[in-house]
């Protein structure tokens, strides 16, 4: 599978890379046509740092009190936070960077993290946000625990809509044939075409 692999760079910076690996896989919400593995994005240093960067001239101009970290994004969380704090807006703020809990579609925020979100703007940062369903889903619970959802910052999304603003890296224009179905409606299945790989935010498993 990983012989099909091949990286797209992102135009702004081409530190910022991501792997795509055409082929069927099942994530949590659907069928893809394309595994998108961000792993060098999420842990490595430079790549980390520059995808940080890139965020950071986007919401330069936003207040932000805390970053709500998914999929593994906490250290490119925490280099977005220390350069947010060194712009004009939030210079010297010390912001918060938390991973909640996810129940289903839900956000669970325990009693330690709540002074984090009550009261405060929040900036949800993500690897992955093609459907848009998760990414709703924290900016709702963001509202429901009393704090301020700012906008999305995801490596690769897709075109779904959102009550506040969406910065991504890599979109569909990027990979215009990717194509994401609900398990029911897969025409990949309907075709017999076995599934390759499981995927979730911690990479894949091949389906021997």
Not at 8 to 14: C, G, H, M, V, Y
Not at 103 to 114: A, E, Q, T, V, W
Not at 170 to 189: R, T
């Amino acid at each position: 599978m990983e012989k099909r692999a091949y990286e797209l760079f992102s135009k702004a910076d081409r530190e910022v890379t991501i792997k795509v690996i055409p082929g069927h896989f099942a994530t949590r919400h659907s069928h893809v046509n394309y595994c998108v593995d961000m792993t060098r994005v999420k842990s490595g240093l430079n790549s980390a740092k520059a995808a940080a960067k890139l965020f950071a001239e986007r919401f330069c101009s936003t207040p932000v009190d805390t970053i709500i970290t998914l999929d593994r994004m906490k250290m490119v969380g925490a280099f977005l936070a220390d350069y947010l704090s060194n712009t004009h807006l939030n210079k010297g703020q010390d912001i918060g960077v938390i991973t909640p809990e996810l129940s289903g579609d839900k956000m669970i925020l325990r009693d330690n993290f709540l002074p984090y979100i009550k009261g405060k703007n929040v900036l949800l940062l993500t690897a992955s946000a093609t459907t848009g369903k998760d990414a709703n889903s924290v900016v709702a619970g963001i509202e429901y625990y009393g704090g301020t959802p700012v906008g999305v910052a995801n490596v690769f999304g897709g075109n779904f809509e959102c009550s506040v603003p969406v910065v991504k890296l890599f979109g569909l224009e990027d990979l215009p044939d990717y194509a994401s179905h609900a398990a029911a409606d897969c025409p990949l299945c309907r075709k017999g075409v076995k599934v390759d790989a499981v995927v979730n935010s911690y990479g894949y498993s091949k389906i021997i």
